[in-house]
């Protein structure tokens, strides 16, 4: 049964502490998203990466957040140093993508991140 | 900015009642997907819809893509408690990038 595994699953940090989420997407697929989900916010896509290759950042906050695709079964997402309003879900969702086909985004179960 | 707006943004509904909810965005989109999440959960896909005007359904659930390709609405009949969950709207862009709407509460009361 092909998943998108996600770890951890729970993590609470300090605030000022370096934390990272880590994404094994579906084998096969081409695509990567990292999304936020907050009551206030909802959904927000972070980034997403094509084939590894970083396409869109401009959602995430450049000073502390980093995204990465060291190889095809490995997405980081890194938030250094860490904030009280960093505190969230974060999914990782992978697909494939093909240009001009739809893209269907198969979602992990989501970190919950508590910094306090 | 592509933007996708749900309503109602929350729904509190009887066992048995019909439903539905919306989706809108005043971009066009080269497709459009439905979720559900359930607490703890990620969002899970339940249909993608491409061409305007185009019908979908799936067992109670009908879906409909708006002829213009910018909204969208899901019909449920005969809501059932299984039914409750985040309702999730999403667009994919010209650049393939998948956005997501608020969402619409449904709880179905048994």
């Known amino acids: 049964d092909a998943r998108v595994t996600q770890t951890p699953r729970h993590k609470v940090t300090e605030m000022g502490q370096e934390v990272t989420m880590r994404c094994q997407p579906i084998?096969?697929?081409?695509?990567v998203f990292w999304y936020r989900q907050t009551m206030m916010q909802g959904l927000e896509l972070l980034a997403y990466f094509r084939n590894r290759a970083p396409l869109d950042d401009s959602g995430m906050p450049k000073d502390r957040f980093s995204a990465e695709m060291p190889d095809a079964t490995l997405a980081t997402l890194k938030i250094q140093p860490s904030e009280p309003r960093d505190s969230a879900v974060y999914f990782c969702?992978?697909?494939?993508?093909?240009?001009?086909?739809?893209?269907?985004?198969?979602f992990g179960q989501g970190t919950r991140l508590t910094v306090v | 900015t592509q933007l996708l707006e749900q309503s109602p943004q929350f729904l509190s509904i009887q066992e048995g009642e019909n439903l539905t909810v919306y989706c809108n965005s005043s971009?066009?989109?080269?497709?459009l997907q439905w979720y559900r999440q359930e607490p703890g959960e990620g969002p899970v896909l339940l249909v993608t819809v491409v061409t305007g005007g185009e019908v979908k359904k799936l067992k109670r659930l009908t879906f409909q893509f708006g002829d213009a390709r910018k909204d969208s609405s899901l019909h449920i009949t005969a809501a059932q408690p299984g039914d409750t969950g985040l309702y999730l709207c999403a667009g994919t862009t010209s650049y393939d990038k998948v956005i997501f709407g608020p969402g619409t509460s449904l709880s179905v009361i048994p």
């Open positions: 969702a992978s697909g494939l993508v093909w240009t001009g086909m739809n893209t269907e985004a198969f």
């Open positions: 971009s066009v989109f080269s497709s």
């Open positions: 084998l096969g697929h081409n695509t």
